[in-house]
């Protein structure tokens, strides 16, 4: 832009001889240069630039008289003035628009002396006015846009951060409720082995050796798991004195969700049978966490709890078919913790919305937990 503004400026002076810029060409060569080169930097040092260029400008409009001045000047000032309201900074921003106001109406007054016509001062400063406060606005903009960015990343930040902490309080919780099934387990092997120990017949000293480390192995087993497993528990979450729930208790379940005023049909597709305590467990805790997400998101709605006893894997589908009215502000925590219990059998879960509705399908393979 500002080669542009200086080519045609010289061009003016050198080829045409246009009276706007005066009769002495070698002064008007440096006005050209002067009013319109800084141009390039206004965007870095705008104040400087805005100086220089109304300088330029005032002895053009000094050096054309009585004739109108140059148009390329007072373009080149018209952006000097936009980028000291788009770019000044601090207290730049606050003084340089006064102090080139009064260097422009002095320049001005002095160009009226010399014979230029009054005409040309009130637009003048209109424009320029009008420039900077375009500016101002556009600066605006630019400082919100910033501001509004720098907000979203920081709400992104802490998105991801909640998310990892509800990873953990999931891990923990999932950890705390397996803690129970498998020290059930264990201590069952441990009792297994000494009931074993008690009916042999004979000496048999290797056999007797062998259930004797198992029991032993299996009781200290028990006993570290308590001890590592255990401080997961909080002081608030009680001793685990009942049995741990299983899909065998979706009826009690799907009973307490109508009460709270959710209608639930129960489908169970497949022949039911009995799974791993802790696959067991899982699968209840998806079911019960989808539920209680429907009552409290998916406002006036009925929902259809679907069980498929598949020979391989178990599948879980609550749908429901409000619109989301519900007063609930959701975070996105119960669907992965979901997630969390679904991977740890190495499944799948999904969760979106389609045609029937808001829909959570988990699939647990009836295999090792991962």
Same mark, same amino acid.
């Given at each position: 832009?500002?080669?542009?503004?200086?080519?045609?400026?010289?061009?003016?002076?050198?080829?045409?001889?246009?009276?706007?810029?005066?009769?002495?060409?070698?002064?008007?060569?440096?006005?050209?240069?002067?009013?319109?080169?800084?141009?390039?930097?206004?965007?870095r040092?705008?104040?400087?630039?805005a100086?220089?260029?109304?300088?330029?400008?005032?002895?053009?409009?000094? @050096?054309? &008289?009585?004739?109108?001045a @140059?148009?390329?000047?007072?373009?080149a000032?018209?952006?000097?003035?936009?980028?000291?309201?788009?770019?000044?900074?601090?207290?730049? $921003?606050?003084?340089?628009?006064?102090?080139?106001?009064?260097?422009? &109406? $002095?320049?001005?007054?002095?160009?009226?002396?010399?014979?230029?016509?009054?005409?040309?001062?009130?637009?003048?400063?209109?424009? =320029?006015?009008a420039?900077?406060?375009?500016?101002?606005?556009?600066?605006?903009?630019? +400082? +919100?846009?910033?501001?509004l960015?720098?907000?979203? +990343?920081?709400?992104?930040?802490?998105?991801?951060l909640?998310?990892?902490?509800?990873?953990?309080?999931?891990?923990?919780?999932?950890?705390?409720?397996?803690?129970?099934?498998?020290?059930?387990?264990?201590?069952?092997?441990?009792?297994?082995?000494?009931a @074993?120990?008690?009916?042999?017949?004979?000496?048999?000293? !290797?056999?007797?050796?062998?259930?004797?480390?198992?029991?032993?192995?299996?009781?200290?087993t028990?006993?570290?798991?308590?001890?590592?497993?255990?401080?997961? +528990?909080?002081? !608030?979450?009680?001793?685990?004195?009942?049995?741990?729930?299983?899909?065998? !208790?979706?009826?009690k379940?799907?009973?307490?969700?109508?009460?709270?005023?959710l209608?639930v049909?129960?489908?169970?597709?497949?022949?039911?049978?009995?799974?791993?305590? @802790?696959?067991?467990?899982?699968?209840?805790?998806?079911?019960?966490?989808?539920?209680?997400?429907?009552?409290?998101? $998916?406002?006036?709605?009925?929902?259809?709890?679907?069980?498929r006893?598949?020979?391989?894997?178990?599948?879980?589908?609550?749908?429901d078919?409000g619109?989301?009215?519900?007063?609930?502000a959701?975070?996105?925590?119960?669907?992965?913790?979901?997630?969390e219990?679904?991977? =740890?059998?190495?499944?799948?879960? !999904?969760?979106?919305?389609?045609?029937r509705?808001?829909?959570v399908?988990?699939?647990?393979?009836?295999?090792?937990?991962?």
């Amino acid at each position: 832009m500002a080669l542009l503004l200086a080519a045609t400026s010289l061009g003016g002076i050198l080829v045409n001889g246009e009276p706007s810029w005066g009769a002495n060409r070698p002064l008007a060569l440096v006005l050209a240069l002067a009013s319109t080169v800084p141009v390039a930097w206004r965007a870095r040092w705008p104040v400087p630039a805005a100086v220089i260029v109304l300088a330029a400008n005032g002895g053009c409009v000094i @050096a054309a &008289a009585p004739h109108q001045a @140059a148009f390329q000047p007072f373009v080149a000032l018209t952006l000097a003035a936009y980028s000291v309201g788009s770019r000044a900074e601090g207290r730049s $921003a606050a003084l340089a628009p006064p102090a080139l106001a009064a260097i422009a &109406a $002095a320049f001005f007054v002095a160009a009226v002396v010399h014979g230029q016509s009054r005409g040309n001062v009130v637009p003048s400063f209109v424009w =320029l006015a009008a420039a900077w406060a375009m500016g101002r606005v556009v600066r605006g903009w630019r +400082r +919100r846009s910033a501001e509004l960015e720098l907000l979203n +990343r920081e709400l992104e930040e802490q998105r991801e951060l909640q998310a990892q902490a509800a990873v953990a309080v999931e891990r923990g919780r999932i950890a705390r409720e397996l803690h129970d099934v498998i020290a059930h387990n264990v201590s069952m092997i441990v009792v297994q082995a000494g009931a @074993a120990a008690r009916v042999l017949k004979g000496e048999q000293v !290797d056999v007797r050796a062998a259930l004797e480390a198992i029991e032993t192995t299996g009781r200290a087993t028990v006993d570290e798991m308590r001890r590592l497993l255990g401080v997961l +528990r909080q002081s !608030d979450d009680g001793l685990a004195l009942s049995p741990q729930p299983g899909l065998a !208790d979706l009826e009690k379940l799907v009973a307490n969700v109508r009460e709270a005023g959710l209608p639930v049909e129960l489908r169970v597709v497949g022949s039911a049978r009995s799974l791993p305590p @802790a696959l067991d467990l899982t699968a209840y805790r998806i079911v019960q966490e989808a539920l209680t997400n429907a009552l409290k998101h $998916a406002g006036p709605a009925r929902a259809q709890l679907t069980v498929r006893y598949e020979p391989t894997a178990v599948e879980i589908e609550v749908c429901d078919d409000g619109v989301g009215s519900g007063n609930g502000a959701g975070t996105g925590h119960g669907l992965i913790g979901m997630r969390e219990r679904a991977a =740890l059998w190495g499944g799948r879960l !999904d969760a979106g919305r389609t045609e029937r509705g808001w829909v959570v399908r988990a699939r647990l393979p009836l295999g090792r937990a991962t």
